[in-house]
């Protein structure tokens, strides 16, 4: 899929998605366009960050969902 962006020359492309989070870290564009339809400032708007365990001070709320495997069975019934 291809997004939409604004260079910073104001020039407008459109890129492979996967390239998005490159030029985001290189400065080589202002803003992108989101599937929905509205720009997002990489000045000014929120954009999701690539996030690491080291940055979120809060409690870990998927920590029941790590070692859940629903394929195993133990005498026909799921596990959980």
């Known amino acids: 899929m291809a997004l ?15 390239e998005l989070n ?3 870290a ?6 992108f366009r989101r599937s929905d339809g509205g720009w997002v400032d990489l000045e000014n708007g929120p ?6 365990r080291s940055s979120y001070d809060g409690p ?3 920590a029941r969902f790590n070692n859940f495997n629903p394929t ?4 026909g019934t799921l596990i959980f």
């Open 47 to 52: 954009v999701r960050g690539c996030g690491s």
């Open 72 to 75: 195993v069975m133990e005498a």
């Open 60 to 62: 870990e709320r998927r």
């Open 26 to 31: 290189s400065g080589k564009i202002s803003s």
């Open 4 to 18: 939409l962006v604004k260079y910073l020359n104001n020039g407008l492309g459109y890129v492979p998605n996967f």
């Open 22 to 24: 490159g030029l985001i």
